[in-house]
């Protein structure tokens, strides 16, 4: 008996609005605002490519739940391509995308199979007589908080048998935890391979069998950096490879780099120059963030970050390759130096921002607010790590009297 290839993709969030980018040149901004549908015509052609026997799409197609007619109607036309090679396309919806929205409908073809709000199974059977047995449902609201894996019941008849579901792995405090569930339950179930959706990290949870998040496609702020993309499987009855293949059109980066000592600006400069260079790739876009850690600087040494960063991002928005340097901070680390005298109060200070309650009892004003907490996310402990060190850093801007250095 032959084995399986397909390509399980999630979270592609066609139509991101792209918050908070505002201030980008034209060119840019237009490159952003299309990336994602250009990460999914990467999926199409990789598809084609390898005649993949099927698409499994895990839930957040679009960004919200009013789906852009446009972007359907371009979305419609990939499908026709997969169409014309007789791939076919699974698709579950989750939280972003949920079939309790309201918007225009286009009519996809034939090849595309929607699970609705009931978890159901789909049969797909290969030319050689290779029987698979695709199992999944759709959200039909956006808070959808019961454990949904309980209803996924493995029947038999089926040579591999595979679940699609949008949702939270136990533990996971970075999303919304929608439909959670956890490792043990997934693995009782006995499915060969497990596509999920939602977690924007590609993370996978287990090889044997394969339950993967393949992450979205195409990162969307400075939050997702790194590689994103899609996975492509080769399952065979009791093996399977898997290959993830990067699909992103713009990449989200941070680079830290550590100094003893800057002694002059030109210097500062041709460091950030330099490491801009290093993450430049060939027909990619790149946002970029720095972080400046260093010892100790010079007392002359006085700039704003918008001098440093007009600089670094001179000539960068007619460029394919471009890389946009969007944000630089400039943490000095020697408290000793810098604060002297005040070294017993910036200990106290200190030693309450390092105490994650007593960050999180700070800003619970803030997520208190009626108006501000509909646009909050919960902070991860990386996040909370950059407060608490934006902070410091502030703190020895004020005790130092060198506030030209900004971080």
Request: proline share 2%; hydrophobic share 35%; charged share 25%.
């Amino acid at each position: 008996m032959s084995g399986l290839t397909f390509i399980h993709t999630a979270d592609l969030h066609l139509d991101s609005p792209f918050k908070g980018m505002r201030q980008l040149p034209k060119e840019i901004v237009t490159r952003l605002h299309n990336s994602t549908f250009l990460s999914f015509q990467k999926i199409v052609k990789l598809a084609i490519k390898e005649h993949v026997d099927f698409v499994l799409i895990s839930g957040d197609l679009f960004d919200g739940e009013n789906r852009n007619l446009l972007t359907q109607v371009k979305l419609r036309q990939e499908f026709q391509r997969l169409n014309q090679h007789n791939i076919q396309v699974y698709i579950i919806h989750g939280n972003h995308d949920h079939l309790g929205g309201k918007w225009i409908s286009v009519e996809f073809p034939e090849n595309v199979h929607i699970f609705s709000e009931k978890p159901e199974m789909m049969v797909y059977k290969k030319e050689n007589g290779v029987t698979v047995h695709l199992y999944g449902f759709s959200y039909g609201q956006r808070h959808l908080i019961e454990r949904s894996a309980r209803h996924y019941k493995k029947v038999d008849g089926a040579d591999f048998h595979i679940g699609l579901l949008h949702g939270s792995i136990e533990g996971n405090t970075e999303h919304s935890p929608y439909s959670p569930f956890s490792l043990k339950e997934l693995l009782d179930i006995g499915f060969d391979y497990w596509a999920l959706g939602h977690i924007h990290k590609r993370t996978e949870l287990s090889l044997y069998p394969p339950i993967i998040y393949p992450g979205n496609i195409q990162g969307r702020h400075k939050k997702e950096i790194g590689e994103k993309g899609c996975y492509l499987v080769r399952l065979q009855q009791k093996e399977a490879s898997l290959q993830f293949v990067s699909t992103h059109d713009i990449l989200w980066e941070k680079k830290e780099l550590k100094f003893e000592e800057i002694h002059s600006f030109d210097e500062l400069l041709a460091f950030c120059q330099n490491e801009r260079e290093n993450v430049r790739q060939n027909n990619t876009g790149v946002f970029l963030e720095l972080v400046i850690r260093v010892e100790q600087v010079n007392e002359e040494l006085l700039f704003t970050e918008e001098d440093l960063l007009e600089l670094l991002q001179e000539d960068e928005e007619g460029r394919e390759d471009f890389v946009w340097v969007h944000s630089v901070k400039l943490n000095v680390l020697s408290a000793e130096i810098l604060l002297e005298g005040n070294q017993s109060f910036y200990s106290l200070i200190s030693s309450h921002a390092e105490n994650k309650e007593t960050v999180l009892e700070a800003l619970l004003p803030l997520y208190a607010h009626s108006a501000a907490r509909r646009f909050l996310e919960n902070l991860s402990d990386e996040e909370l790590q950059q407060i608490t060190e934006e902070a410091k850093s502030l703190l020895f801007a004020l005790l130092s009297g060198k506030g030209g250095i900004t971080s």
